[in-house]
C-alpha cells in the first residue's frame, strides 16, 4: 500500500505544480484541464484553464492534486505534508524554497529528533513539514 498526498486548490494549481516541479525535483506526468477533459461542456467557460487533475513523480512518490470549483474549496488545515529528505544542505534547501512568499511556522532548525526541521505554508496555502532525521 502507497499513500500519496491530494491538494485542492482555489484556482493556483498549475502555478503550484510548476513550482513544486522545479523545487522538489521530479516531474508533471500529467495535467489535465477542465477544459481539455470530456466534460468540459459541463463546465463553465471560465473554469476551463483550471486544473482536473495533475500527478507530479517525485521518484516513489507522487503528489496529485487539482483546482476546487470555489463553491467546493475549503483552506488546507489539519494536515501538513511531510518531506523526509536525508542531506541537511538539501533540507534547507526545500525548506526556504517552499518558503518563499508562505508563512514560515517553526524555522529550520536542529530538534532533539532530527538533524534539521521546520513547518511552513507555502505561497499556496499548502503546509509543509521539512525533516532531516538524525542516522541511528
Known amino acids: 500500500m502507497k499513500i500519496n498526498s491530494y491538494l485542492n486548490f482555489n484556482g493556483n494549481c498549475k502555478a503550484a505544480f510548476k513550482f ?27 473554469w476551463h484553464d483550471k ?4 500527478c507530479l513523480d517525485l521518484g516513489d512518490q507522487l503528489l496529485m492534486g487539482s483546482d476546487s470549483p470555489p463553491e467546493h474549496f475549503e483552506t488546507p488545515q489539519g494536515f501538513y505534508v511531510q518531506l523526509g529528505i536525508d542531506e541537511p544542505a538539501e533540507a534547507e534547501r526545500i525548506f526556504h524554497a517552499l518558503a518563499e512568499n508562505g508563512k514560515v511556522k517553526m524555522p529550520i532548525e536542529q530538534t532533539f529528533w532530527s538533524v534539521r526541521f521546520g513547518m511552513l505554508v507555502d505561497q499556496f496555502g499548502i503546509p509543509w513539514m521539512i525533516n532531516c532525521q538524525k542516522t541511528a
Open 20 to 46: 513544486y516541479e522545479q523545487y522538489l525535483g521530479g516531474k508533471i506526468i500529467m495535467m489535465l484541464t477542465h477544459g481539455d477533459a470530456p466534460t468540459a461542456e459541463h463546465v463553465p467557460v471560465q
Open 51 to 54: 486544473i482536473m487533475h495533475v
